[in-house]
């Protein structure tokens, strides 16, 4: 027995799709962890699974599995290649699409260029729902790491994200800092660490290390959450392009309590079948 994949990549973050509409797809920790590696597998950052729709109003549901195993929440560089996919595929051939995911609905649309703006929805900054050991909410945190206090942003898009300013991404301590912030104690559930640059209100750069899968070239909910948090630190316009090392999105937000809106690229590497 074998299943069908895509590969696809979104501005480089990678993934392996799996259409669970049609097929039976039963993936444990074990398997996807295989299914990510470079060297052995098939390789990608996340694994994403599309399934039949579980929440009311939806067309389907978009599950995210990072590259050590852990089923995550939302995935904003996958969202986009979740929409390219099941037009590609034929499950729809809508330009608006309803998606359900462990986060809450979202909506993916298709543009008139094949660019894919995703509604991300509105983002969490009470420390409480992100999650973050804090007292009171505020626009900035400070964090002990190895002896040193660091400002950080808290933000979670569906995700836990971690912001913190940087003079520059190029020279920036992701190596050293990014798995220490991502497992520290005042995130429960851990966290992606963003390092933004600043060059203009309605631009910077961008690295982030994602929980469980590392520095990636790309990262769309670490991008909506850049921006979320320079824009309540008084630092960006309402709409903001977002350099990171695989290519740039466009990330638009009006701080008025409204949904995060990212626009980017999506695309097909090739697909393949693997033995059950």
């Avoid at 895509?6 to 797809?25: A, E, I, P, S, W």
């Avoid at 590696?37 to 098939?42: K, T």
């Avoid at 599995?65 to 852990?70: I, K, M, Q, T, V």
């Avoid at 836990?160 to 940087?166: E, T």
Wanted: with cysteine.
């Amino acid at each position: 027995m074998t299943l069908r994949f895509t590969k696809m990549h979104g501005l480089g973050n990678d993934f392996v799709v799996f259409d669970g509409v049609r097929q039976v797809v039963e993936l444990d920790a074990a398997a996807i962890r295989r299914l990510a590696d470079r060297h052995r597998g098939i390789g990608c950052d996340q694994v994403l699974l599309v399934e039949r729709p579980r929440l009311p109003g939806t067309a389907f549901h978009y599950r995210i599995f990072n590259a050590d195993g852990s089923e995550v929440e939302q995935c904003g560089n996958g969202a986009r290649c979740f929409a390219r996919f099941v037009r590609d595929q034929g499950l729809c051939d809508q330009t608006e699409i309803p998606v359900g995911t462990a986060a809450g609905a979202i909506r993916l649309f298709i543009e008139p260029d094949g660019q894919v703006r995703v509604d991300m929805g509105v983002p969490i900054l009470d420390p409480a729902r992100i999650p973050f050991l804090a007292d009171a909410q505020a626009p900035t945190y400070d964090l002990a790491v190895d002896g040193e206090t660091l400002a950080i942003g808290a933000v979670s898009m569906g995700n836990p994200h971690a912001v913190l300013l940087v003079d520059d991404t190029d020279r920036a301590p992701v190596a050293r800092l990014g798995p220490r912030i991502e497992s520290h104690p005042r995130f429960p559930q851990r966290v992606n660490v963003g390092f933004m640059q600043v060059l203009a209100p309605d631009q910077v750069r961008l690295r982030v290390y994602e929980r469980g899968t590392g520095e990636t070239l790309a990262c769309g909910t670490g991008a909506c959450a850049a921006v979320v948090s320079g824009r309540t630190r008084g630092l960006l316009g309402p709409r903001v392009r977002v350099s990171l090392p695989g290519g740039d999105l466009v990330i638009e937000w009006s701080v008025n309590g409204g949904a995060v809106q990212m626009t980017g690229p999506a695309q097909r590497v090739f697909e393949g079948e693997i033995e059950r």
